[in-house]
């Protein structure tokens, strides 16, 4: 799909995600998708990302802001703005994002996340969420299984328009299991990370990147090492 088309594509999906109720009306969505269109169109993979939900609430207000056009405004990790475990979490998504799309590169020669190069891999993913409503800190497995339900159509569209090569969950790929069939893929494991595989996209269902109790180097290198082993062992030894 042309760049062009892709942009108003997904555009139109975040507009949706904009549009959907909320009962407290201090309180609205958080659209989110593909960070910058064209980088990650042009990307060596195209790397999509799945967490749970923007902790954002705070005096019961929140939301009503793109996830997207905030990450595109900031230039370097100086600018992040840091809440609760979130340094945590985007660190090991771009540290993560950085390996894949620069020739596997292991976690320790991956230069300081204040590198500019390193960070723009920020700017090269897709990000979204399960749940479109903001929440506060923890949310239950039960609230993430109901946001799955309701927003369900509007998740496996976004799948579909964004035809990621690699798609990451942070503890969230349980939640799609018997929509995209994992019990007809192929399946491995690592120490911490399980991967599922159909030869045209790689799913990784991994810890939540804020998870503490798995160190950063074990977190970034299975994914990389397993999804290079995906790309030059199955996917391009495919008939």
């Given amino acids: 799909m042309e760049t062009k088309k892709f942009r108003a594509a997904c555009q139109n999906i975040e507009n949706e995600i904009n549009s959907l109720p909320c009962p407290n009306p201090h309180i609205s969505p958080i659209s989110d998708g593909i960070v910058n269109p064209e980088k990650y169109l042009n990307s060596k993979l195209k790397i999509l990302w799945i967490l749970k939900e923007s902790?954002?609430?705070?005096?019961?207000?929140?939301?009503?802001?793109?996830?997207?056009?905030?990450?595109?405004?900031?230039?370097?990790?100086?600018?992040?703005v840091q809440k609760g475990n979130s340094y945590r979490t985007l660190?090991?998504?771009?540290?993560?994002?950085?390996?894949?799309?620069?020739?596997?590169?292991?976690?320790?020669?991956i230069p300081s996340i204040y590198n500019s190069e390193v960070?723009?891999?920020?700017?090269?993913?897709g990000y979204i969420n399960i749940k479109k409503i903001p929440g506060i800190n923890r949310v239950s497995a039960n609230q993430i299984q109901i946001a799955y339900d309701e927003y369900k159509e509007i998740l496996l569209k976004q799948l579909a328009t964004y035809k990621p090569d690699v798609i990451i969950g942070g503890n969230?790929?349980?939640?799609?299991?018997?929509?995209?069939?994992?019990?007809?893929?192929?399946?491995k494991t690592?120490?911490?990370?399980?991967?599922?595989s159909d030869y045209q996209r790689i799913y990784v269902d991994?810890?939540?990147?804020?998870?503490?109790?798995?160190?950063?180097?074990?977190?970034?290198?299975?994914?990389?090492?397993?999804?290079?082993?995906w790309l030059f062992y199955e996917k391009n030894n495919t008939v």
Avoid at 68 to 75: G, S, V
Avoid at 119 to 125: N, R, T
Avoid at 172 to 187: C, H, Q, R, V
């Fill in 55 to 80: 902790n954002d609430v705070e005096n019961n207000e929140g939301g009503g802001w793109s996830l997207t056009d905030t990450i595109n405004k900031i230039n370097n990790w100086e600018e992040q």
């Fill in 91 to 109: 660190q090991r998504m771009i540290y993560t994002t950085f390996g894949l799309l620069n020739n596997f590169i292991p976690w320790q020669e």
């Fill in 119 to 125: 960070f723009e891999a920020y700017k090269q993913l």
């Fill in 172 to 187: 969230t790929l349980s939640y799609f299991y018997e929509d995209l069939g994992f019990n007809e893929m192929t399946k």
């Fill in 190 to 196: 690592a120490e911490v990370t399980t991967f599922y």
């Fill in 206 to 229: 991994a810890y939540h990147p804020a998870y503490f109790s798995v160190k950063e180097q074990i977190f970034c290198d299975e994914i990389i090492t397993g999804v290079k082993n």
